[in-house]
Every structure is written in C-alpha cells, then in structure tokens.
C-alpha cells in the first residue's frame, strides 16, 4: 500500500514532539519516553510518581479526540498488517524496549538529542533491525 | 494539582505531533523502512524536526537550575553500551517491523477507538510483565543462591 509523501507534517509533528519533550523536562525534569513513562505505572514497578505519569498517557490518548473536536474528523491510519502479525509484533516490542531500556521516543529522540551513547547505539539498532524485518516480511516472505 | 495538569498538556501536544507526523500509522511507518519497495521517507522529516527542537530546549532547560515543578533533572546515568541494551533494541525493531507500531506512536493511536491498536497494547504490556516476571525471578534465585 502507498503512502503520500507528507515532509511538511511530518516536519511540523516533530516539531511538535521536541516541543513537548523539551518542556516535559523544563517543567518535571522527565525524559519524555512512552515505554519508561508507561512502564512506571504498572504493577511490578509501583513507582510513587504515578500521577504525572498518568497525566501524560491520557493527554497522548485524548489527543486524536481534541484534533478531532477542532478539525471535524478522526484522523484515519491504515494497519496494513495481521492481527496475527499485531500480537507477536506487540508482544515482541514490549519484550525489546524492556530489555533496551527504551523506544523511538525515549531513546530515538530525548536520548540523541542530548547525544547519549546507549541511546545512539540503541536507535542505530532498532531502525537496523526494524528495516530488516520488513524487508524480509515483504520482499522475501511475501515477494 | 499543577503537575498532573501540566503533564496532561504535555503529553496532549507530544500526542497530537504523533498523530500530525504520521508516527501512529503504521502503513506510513512501514512504507518509511520499505526502502526497496514503496518508500515513503517522510519519518525522516519527523526525526529530524523532533531532534532538533528537543536539542535546542534541553540546552535551554539544563540552564535552569532545576525543573520548574520538580527539584532535579531525572537523567539516565549510565554510559556502558551492554549487551542486555543491544539485543532488546534489536528485538524492539523485529516488532516494530512486524507490526509498525513502536509504543509513542501505539498509544495516541489508541484514542482512535479501533481494535488494532487495543489487540497491539495488550500484547504489548504482556511483553513487559514477562521481562520483569523473568528478572524478578532471577534476582530472586540470586538471592536464594548466595545465602
């Protein structure tokens, strides 16, 4: 399936990321990682800052609402994959970024913008073995 | 009171970037890493606005003596590339790849209101418990072992 070429939202979305990351740590001083900030709030962490935590995980799930409230639409995504491909594919990323200490945002971003070797190391890994799979899931799988 | 406002704000417009950016859509994450296919390299525009602002805020916030509602700056200490980090980033990217969910982009896709994103997130917190079941018991057997 094509995808339009988007740099101008693309490049305006990110924007919009560093903004927020950059004043998560102004204000609360936090790395603004999903799978760190969403891991804290689980039962076998119990960490006692839950309440920020939460705070943040229900403004990245009201946000698709509030565009919605201001724009009249939803807006749309396409999952071009299995529900097979979604449970190993989520069972798989919540076993990877525990083990790695982190994801796109955490390390992809919060942690390479402040130039921090494991963050590095880790995004040059994951985008390396990302394109891997998908590559061996289209064109050698599937082709 | 402020701290779970502002947070709310906070993860409200890094959500809203990750819906404008298409981060939550996994037909355009996965075209993105389809380089021998149909590529579409708009993800790179994302990292590249993304990196840069938080580059230039960090700087500007580390100039504070400490963050507005808080008495420090929370930052990652550790400086050794193991092989525990490499190897779960590589895992990480195999389900990214399967799947073109990564956990920033899966969980404002889940305010959409689709099964797609629900299945992905229960998958993925079992994930998370099985790492921490594992270590949780290994610590423990460490500690079994050594007394």
């Not at chain 1, 939202?9 to 990351?21: K, N, P, V």
């Not at chain 1, 740590?25 to 603004?32: D, N, S, T």
């Not at chain 1, 509030?66 to 979604?86: D, F, H, K, R, Y």
């Amino acid at each position: 399936m094509e995808t339009d070429f988007t740099p101008i939202a693309a490049l305006a979305g990110g924007a919009l990321i560093g903004l927020a990351s950059a004043v998560l740590m102004a204000v609360h001083g936090r790395i603004a990682g999903v799978t760190g900030i969403l891991g804290g709030l689980l039962p076998t962490m119990r960490e006692r800052d839950w309440g920020w935590r939460a705070a943040f995980i229900l403004g990245l799930i009201a946000a698709p609402v509030a565009m919605a409230l201001v724009t009249g639409e939803m807006p749309q995504i396409g999952v071009p994959v299995s529900t097979a491909a979604l449970v190993i594919g989520g069972f798989i990323v919540g076993v990877g970024v525990t083990l790695g200490s982190g994801c796109t945002s955490g390390h992809g971003v919060c942690g390479m913008s402040r130039l921090s070797g494991r963050s590095i190391a880790a995004t040059l890994t994951f985008m390396a073995t990302t394109a891997l799979t998908v590559f061996v899931v289209r064109h050698v799988v599937g082709g | 009171m402020a701290r779970i406002l502002t947070a709310f704000v906070i993860g409200l417009v890094f959500g809203t970037g990750i819906m404008v950016s298409g981060m939550a859509n996994p037909a355009k994450v996965l075209n993105f890493f389809d380089f021998a296919g149909t590529w579409d390299p708009s993800l790179a525009f994302v990292m590249g606005g993304a990196l840069v602002v938080t580059a230039i805020g960090y700087r500007l916030a580390f100039r504070m003596p400490h963050p507005l509602l808080s008495n420090r700056f929370a930052i990652p200490t550790r400086k050794d590339i193991d092989v525990r980090l490499l190897s779960g980033a590589g895992i990480f990217g195999i389900g990214w790849g399967l799947s073109g969910f990564c956990p920033g982009g899966l969980v404002p896709a889940l305010g959409l209101g689709r099964s797609e994103p629900a299945v992905f997130f229960v998958a993925l917190i079992a994930g998370i418990l099985a790492v921490r079941v594992a270590d949780m018991l290994r610590s423990r057997q460490r500690l079994a072992a050594s007394s």
